[in-house]
């Protein structure tokens, strides 16, 4: 299974958005709604923002919100902070023996 | 509150063994899905295996054969034993409470590093 293609880096400056890319293919996420989100600080571990494609658990911000269309999901991050420069993963179900796969990573950066 | 805690971690030459157990409180290991996901030095997160919790397991094709996921009820800890360690099983560990069908992972361990070396 590969991992899902997500670009480098993005950045933005505080209080714009940022959107990052996920693209993977029509046996993860083109094929189910179940494309999640983490926020990963340096030296920390990863922190789930966006589940089920658009969900977000209880204590994330609503800056923090997911799509996706087809074989490509996304994540915005709205009214950027300089606490938002962190570490993004995507990833997605990929049926029931290869369960998860994960995104390349972005880094985004607060100007 | 829920809490994961990795221990085991360490320097472990290839082809030896190690065994990473995941300590949890506020919730059931064995009532859960559990999962052990990594992260190579400087690169980007990786699922290894889960657990559900009827026991059925799985693993990621490159540690299939090698490394065997399992739980204790009594001491509410899961585990990974870790055998013919390679040089790129070098990683930090972590541990995931996983939700039921394995789509996503809601609460992970602050990790355990396992560095393969001679």
């Known amino acids: 299974q590969s991992a899902l293609t997500q670009p480098p880096s993005a950045s933005g400056s505080p209080g714009q958005s940022v959107t990052i890319s996920c693209t993977g293919t029509?046996?993860?996420?083109?094929?189910?709604?179940?494309v999640s989100w983490y926020q990963q600080h340096p030296g920390k571990a990863p922190k789930l923002i966006i589940y089920?494609?658009?969900k977000r658990p209880s204590g994330v911000p609503d800056r923090f919100s997911g799509s996706k269309s087809g074989n490509t999901a996304s994540l915005t991050v709205s009214g950027l902070q300089a606490g938002d420069e962190a570490d993004y993963y995507c990833?997605?179900?990929?049926?029931?023996?290869?369960?998860?796969?994960f995104g390349t990573g972005t880094k985004v950066t607060v100007l | 509150e829920v809490q994961l805690v990795e221990t085991g971690g360490g320097l472990i030459q290839p082809g030896g063994s190690v065994r990473l157990s995941c300590a949890a409180s506020?919730?059931?290991?064995?009532?859960?899905?559990m999962s052990w996901v990594r992260q190579g030095p400087g690169r980007g997160l990786e699922w290894v295996s889960i657990?559900?919790?009827?026991?059925?397991?799985y693993y990621a094709d490159s540690v299939k054969g090698r490394f065997t996921i399992s739980r204790d009820k009594s001491k509410n800890t899961l585990y990974l034993q870790m055998n013919s360690l390679r040089l790129e099983d070098a990683a930090v560990y972590y541990c995931?409470?996983?939700?039921?069908?394995?789509?996503?992972?809601?609460?992970w361990g602050q990790g355990t590093l396992v560095t393969v070396s001679s």
């Open positions: 995931a409470r996983t939700v039921v069908g394995g789509t996503h992972f809601d609460y």
């Open positions: 506020g919730f059931s290991v064995s009532s859960n899905y």
């Open positions: 657990i559900y919790s009827d026991g059925t397991t």
């Open positions: 029509s046996s993860d996420v083109g094929a189910y709604n179940y």
């Open positions: 089920e494609v658009t």
């Open positions: 990833s997605s179900y990929a049926g029931s023996s290869n369960l998860s796969v």
